[in-house]
């Protein structure tokens, strides 16, 4: 839907702080974006947006209203990846259309020097904001953004957990009342990154009657120390109940 906060072509609401007059750039317009959203929704098509400034997510959420005036399905819950820079208006929205967020938690870790000059202290608040996400509601699913990123699902835990950059800076944090503790994000690379994707019912948790997709580590997850999370060694993986692998 935009382009990257990096490149200053993440759509914004307002101009940049750091490159006054620009507000970014729009793969779509609204009417082009209402319509391929609406024919995906009447196909019971789940869509899954691209997009990271406040602007593109708000032109997703506009979309999604459009299309449920057209036909409304409660089959269909469509996805938001990246979800960057966010606002409390724009959670409000996402949690009442039940729209999904689709993080990649270690962008937290590369971008928080450039956040603030980009987009001054206010909007800096709501940016890269996963608890906010959570306590509004919404279901959030994590991955790695690889091969851009690591694909160590370990590298991104660590980062919605101490929002920091593999030198430890900020030392606390960066805006660290978003951080997130283990389970919340755990959650996000397991049931949450099913649910997101529509597969909740078979995939994302150990029950009866879901895939035995399984990965078992030589180390407990919820206590190594957190600098010891993205080293942890494997000692089993099941893929749909078959060992692929056993150390």
Known sequence: VDGTLGARTAALREEYSDDPGNRGVYAHSQEELD?????????????????????????????????????????????????????????????????????????VSADWPIVVPRLGAERSRSSYAWKSLITNGITIGAGSAAPGESINPFV????????????????????????????????????????????????GTLAVGHYADIVGFMENPFVVPDGDLTGMSIGLVIVDGKIKYIR
Request: glycine residues 10%; negative net charge; contains cysteine.
């Open 35 to 107: 319509k391929l959203v609406t024919m995906a929704q009447s196909a019971e098509m789940q869509v899954a947006f691209f997009a990271i400034g406040d602007g593109a997510i708000e032109r997703c959420l506009n979309s999604i209203e459009a299309a449920n005036r057209e036909i409304s399905t409660a089959s269909v819950r469509h996805r938001i990846a990246h979800c960057q820079v966010g606002a409390p208006d724009l959670f409000k929205r996402m949690s009442e259309l039940g729209v999904y967020a689709d993080i990649q938690p270690s962008f």
């Open 156 to 203: 991104g835990v660590r980062s919605a957990m101490l929002r920091q950059d593999e030198n430890g800076e900020p030392m606390y944090g960066w805006m660290p009342s978003q951080r997130l503790d283990r389970v919340e994000a755990l959650t996000m690379y397991t049931s949450g990154g099913a649910a997101v994707c529509g597969e909740g019912d078979i995939r």
